[in-house]
Nanobody, 123 residues
Framework: QVQLAESGGGLVQAGGSLRLSCAAS????????MGWFRQAPGKEREFVAV???????YYADSVKGRFTISRDNAKNAVNLQMNSLKPEDTAVYYC?????????????????WGQGTQVTVSP
């Protein structure tokens, strides 16, 4: 079992920055692909970013150039640095772990999920 706990969400003005962290426990996640997803009210959960076991990142077009995903294997964690935030980034952000080293943009490919952290970007 893997438990994931997100932190770092909050309220920020457009153009601002936030750094989300996802701490894993129960199992080392350094060998797994780790992803971030988000879900806005009334919308489906959507892919944001993923990092492979080797550290290779992949981003949704909507966040490319603004968000950076990174691994911190010493802390058994993964981070999401979000810059130049826009009101349309407002959502609950979820961390997820996939039981393989290969990345995926499909939420159904992830076995473990955190509870989510709210990010609100005001105009």
């Amino acid at each position: 079992q893997v438990q994931l706990a997100e932190s770092g969400g909050g309220l920020v003005q457009a153009g601002g920055s936030l750094r989300l962290s996802c701490a894993a426990s129960g199992r080392t996640v350094s060998g797994y692909a780790m992803g971030w997803f988000r879900q806005a009210p009334g919308k489906e959960r959507e892919f944001v970013a993923v990092v492979s076991r080797a550290g290779t990142p992949y981003y949704a077009d909507s966040v490319k150039g603004r968000f950076t995903i990174s691994r911190d294997n010493a802390k058994n964690a993964v981070n999401l640095q979000m810059n130049s935030l826009k009101p349309e980034d407002t959502a609950v952000y979820y961390c997820a772990a996939r039981l393989t080293s290969y990345s995926s943009v499909n939420p159904g490919d992830y076995a473990y999920w955190g509870q989510g952290t709210q990010v609100t970007v005001s105009p």
